[in-house]
């Protein structure tokens, strides 16, 4: 899957979740926020796990950048 495709893939999941409030930023941020660390953690077991793996780092930084583009 691409980067960009899981960036709108993990905020749409905690988009869901969050009730409808009368600022579209303020959810959108909320949803992002929540991603980016959703992110992180996958980083860290990944790290923990596997060590320093080249691919699937640079693969969780894309899907991090695209989740601040959105």
Known sequence: MKAKDKAIEL???FNEHIE???DYRYELGFAKNRA??????????????Y???KDSTMY????????NKL
């Open 60 to 67: 969780l930084i894309e899907v991090k950048q695209e989740i």
């Open 36 to 49: 980016l660390k959703c992110v992180d953690e996958i980083e860290k077991h990944f790290e923990f796990m």
């Open 20 to 22: 409808m409030v009368s």
């Open 11 to 13: 905020v749409d999941k």
């Open 51 to 53: 060590g320093q793996d």
